[in-house]
């Protein structure tokens, strides 16, 4: 259990890290409906690693994702992401 732990706050403290980079670098120019910005720029990457990871089989990355399959399909579908180019 602690690998875990461990693992997830060195992302947090990263992406922290790469926030504040950011709010930073727009101090003055932050652009409307922030939240979605960053889970659309963090989610394509995630499902992509993911599908890597799991060979492109969707129902895996799914279950590892914690999405149901036809949610991950979806998303697939909606960032144009060719699951058979990570077989």
Known sequence: MAPKTLEALSLSKIISERLDVYFNSHANSLPVNL??????QVEE???K???RVTN???IK???ILGLNRNTLRKKIKLFKIDPSHYK
Request: charged letters at 10%; zero cysteines.
């Open 61 to 63: 990355a799914a279950d």
């Open 45 to 47: 990457p995630l499902i």
């Open 49 to 51: 690693h993911t599908l």
């Open 56 to 58: 492109g089989n969707q």
């Open 35 to 40: 939240y979605e910005v960053i889970l659309a």
